[in-house]
């Protein structure tokens, strides 16, 4: 049982992990190239559906990793796993103050193209995902480090 948490924990938070250092890494480069219009659509685009999806996958790797900390209560590795559930739920409190009032501003923006406040605003939010990465990298990394001792 065990094993197939472990698994599934690590599948679910890789894989998002992955798709927001995507997003950082390609995604949102790429689309700064396109012309104005083609950024504004592309980026509301996206905005919609990872603002509908992230929700979600946010929440079910946050109770996998308290899974793995119940289940791992007894052993000396379980600091490091609360160390992760904590620093996974600061990035969702902060997700919600800060990141998602800026992507559902771009996902109802209805202009042809951004403006310069929501080319400011879209600036913005890719710094503070930038951010976002490097932090749930390190709860994941607390993560691995526990499960293999």
Known sequence: MQLILDIVTVLCIGLMIGTEF????????????????????????????????????????????????????????????????????AVIVLTLILLVPINSRIAQANSHAFTSRESSEHHRWDMLHRWRVATLTISMALLLIAIHS
């Not at 905005?47 to 007894?74: C, D, N, Q, T």
Request: with cysteine; aromatic share 14%; glycine share 2%.
């Open 22 to 89: 995507s997003v950082s890494a390609f995604i949102n480069p790429i689309l700064k190239q396109l012309d104005a219009p083609a950024q504004a659509l592309a980026t509301r685009l996206f905005a919609r559906k990872l603002g509908a999806v992230m929700p979600f996958w946010y929440m079910l790797s946050f109770v996998l990793l308290i899974a793995e900390a119940v289940f791992r209560r007894h052993q000396s590795c379980v600091f490091l796993l609360y160390g992760s559930v904590a620093i996974w739920a």
